[in-house]
């Protein structure tokens, strides 16, 4: 089992910024990637950024250049800074952790925090 405790949501106005972060408690060892990702009412989770242990970073093509995504592997943390932020970043944010054991893999998710970027 991985725990996450998520801070650093909050209100901010447009054009603003907010970094979030995320640590990681218990099965760390086995930990393959950790990202962040969104959730607006009446719409679906979304992917927003990933960083595996071993390769590129990924984010979706609406925060590139103004997200990014970075990791503390000796503090098994990892953070999200948004920049430049948008009315349509306005979201819950959820950290999600990505396990590999035995071949196998496990998603573990954060509480959410909530993001709100007025106009």
């Known amino acids: 089992q991985v725990q996450l405790v998520e801070s650093g949501g909050g209100l901010v106005q447009a054009g603003g910024s907010l970094r979030l972060s995320c640590a990681a408690s218990?099965?760390?060892?086995?930990?393959?990637?950790m990202g962040w990702f969104r959730q607006a009412p009446g719409k679906q989770r979304e992917l927003v950024a990933t960083?595996?242990?071993?390769?590129?970073?990924n984010y979706a093509d609406s925060v590139k250049g103004r997200f990014t995504i970075s990791r503390d592997n000796d503090k098994n943390t990892v953070y999200l800074q948004m920049n430049s932020l948008k009315p349509e970043d306005t979201a819950a944010y959820y950290c999600?952790?990505?396990?590999?054991?035995?071949?196998?893999?496990?998603?573990?998710w954060g509480q959410g925090t909530q993001v709100t970027v007025s106009s």
């Open positions: 960083i595996p242990s071993v390769g590129s970073t």
């Open positions: 999600n952790v990505r396990n590999l054991i035995g071949g196998r893999w496990y998603d573990y």
């Open positions: 218990g099965r760390t060892a086995s930990i393959y990637a």
